[in-house]
């Protein structure tokens, strides 16, 4: 140690000793002061300013350096993030005199490749692209930055649906991650996953961080059938004759003839002189969007030059189709009392399972998005008083589908054994999440008493339903 010391001191004193010698350099002296002097200003007039844009980039640099990070606002197409906690003030960790002595896991797959529907919409983007490639191989002007991609034939080479390589890196991180942080509850139990490609092999990657290269020969994974015959809190809509996926389309169409004409003219209008006569349509906007999020999602963060075309304004008006999109399908746009009863299976299952004190110590199931927005739905988590469809946006809604549902998001539901009793609590992707509008005080961690909890109306229900009992029947037949 006392060598070490002697180092930062020899290097100290020689910084001082070099320092010293230019004193008597007066022109040296004077250059470094009006150097110093000039930069100050410099910095000052930065400073000062709200907002400066830099050459060649559309993201405003602001004097609080509050940087717009567009990877938390591509909804349910998200890369995973932690988000804060909701709400922010809720603190982090365990209650004191509390310890986890049970988890339920409810993962989303990872990060996938586009569904056929959506490709069709970024291909027909490519499509024009290329079919036009003698007037993008050539422009008659300078062009932004952002838009050189252009030239140099940009093209679609995205798949469909399955699982991509930054998705199978979410779940095996989250493997390892859950073992690291929970070694207590460390459980050679059996994992629950829907009987489709992307979630197979998501439970796959997470099972390989958890559980090691052993991992087939430590924990059986059962396959659960995602049809309509069989019944499960994974896909319970599924087994719903009345859901349909086009549910909450007719706001999809307000919203967007609210916000892509506008964006369309400013792409048309940018380009004009580099490229007269473009023609980008409503529809090839959509596809550029489509192409941010998915290339992100199969490529990975920084990948996609089309996320660098759009301004943060429009990033977020199409967070917003992507919220009513989920809030339409799978949470409270759904009609009547859908969204709750179809989220009653899974809140059940969890509710049960944490209430037993024999058996394993941590359930691990795999699912969709869907699923987990259906559970906050029939917990009546994460609602607002209002949504409307064509505006205005509220900034501070809580049903947000890259905070809530990003890919590969996950529910972590705690039971706590405590010096006064037990509690549960939420993780939600990382995040502590308060569940007291379930109707059960929560405390300044976010959780509640359990018997309270189990006791609420919404928890109630969820127990008491039955398929196709006549709650089940008046929501889907």
């Given amino acids: 140690m006392g060598a070490e010391k002697q180092d930062w001191q020899d290097i100290g004193y020689t910084n001082a000793r070099a320092l010293r010698k230019p004193r008597n350099d007066r022109r040296w002296c004077l250059t470094l002061i009006l150097s110093l002097v000039s930069l100050t200003l410099l910095l000052l007039q930065f400073w000062n ?29 998200s890369p995973f993030f932690v988000p804060p906690n909701t709400p922010e003030t809720l603190l982090s960790g365990t209650p004191p005199g509390c310890t986890v002595s049970k988890a339920f896991l409810v993962h989303r ?57 930054p998705g199978r890196k979410q779940l095996f991180d989250h493997g390892v991650a859950l073992r690291l942080a929970y070694p207590d509850l460390y459980t050679e139990t059996d994992v629950l996953a829907g009987d489709e490609d992307r979630v197979v092999e998501s439970a796959r990657w997470f099972m390989n961080g958890y559980y090691g290269r052993d991992s087939n020969s430590t924990s059986n994974l059962n396959l659960v059938a995602e049809d309509e015959e069989t019944v499960s809190w994974i896909t319970p809509h599924k087994t719903c ?3 349909n996926s086009s549910f909450g389309e007719d706001s999809l169409s307000d919203w967007r003839a609210v916000y892509l004409p506008a964006i369309k003219k400013r792409i048309n209008d940018t380009l004009a002189k580099a490229y007269p006569g473009v023609n980008f349509t409503e529809s090839h906007v959509h596809g550029m969007l489509y192409a941010c999020a998915y290339e992100t999602a199969a490529y990975g963060v920084d990948s996609s030059p089309w996320c660098r075309v759009f301004l ?54 795999f699912g969709h998005d869907k699923t987990i927005a259906l559970g906050l739905t029939a917990l009546g988590l994460a609602s607002d008083k209002s949504y409307p469809p064509t505006g205005p946006v509220n900034p ?82």
Avoid at 127 to 151: E, K, R
Wanted: aromatic residues 12%.
């Fill in 49 to 77: 300013s709200t907002s400066t844009i830099l050459p060649g980039t559309l993201w405003p640099i602001t004097k609080n350096h509050d940087a717009f990070d567009l990877y938390k606002h591509l909804g349910h197409l």
């Fill in 109 to 165: 797959h990872g990060s996938r490749f586009p569904h056929p529907d959506e490709l069709d919409v970024i291909q027909s983007l490519s499509d024009y692209i290329s079919n036009n490639s003698a007037l993008f191989s050539n422009p008659q002007a300078q062009l932004p930055d952002v838009w050189s991609f252009l030239t140099g034939d940009w093209n679609n080479t995205l798949g469909t649906d399955d699982l991509t390589a």
């Fill in 241 to 243: 004759s009345r859901w």
């Fill in 312 to 365: 943060p304004e429009e990033i977020l008006k199409n967070e917003y189709e992507y919220d009513l999109r989920m809030r339409g399908f799978s949470g409270y746009g759904l009609p009547d009392d859908m969204g709750s009863v179809l989220g009653s299976l899974l809140v059940s299952n969890i509710t049960s399972f944490l209430q037993q004190n024999t058996g394993p110590k941590l359930s691990l199931g």
């Fill in 396 to 477: 501070d809604r809580a049903w947000r589908a890259a905070k809530l549902m990003p890919f590969a998001a996950y529910m972590l539901w705690e039971r706590l054994d405590c010096d006064e009793g037990e509690r549960i609590q939420l993780i939600l992707n990382g995040a502590k999440f308060d569940i007291g509008p379930a109707g059960c005080e929560s405390d300044e961690y976010g959780s509640c008493a359990f018997e309270s909890f189990f006791n609420t109306t919404k928890v109630q229900a969820a127990l008491n339903l039955r398929h196709g009992d006549s709650r089940w029947k008046a929501a889907c037949h």
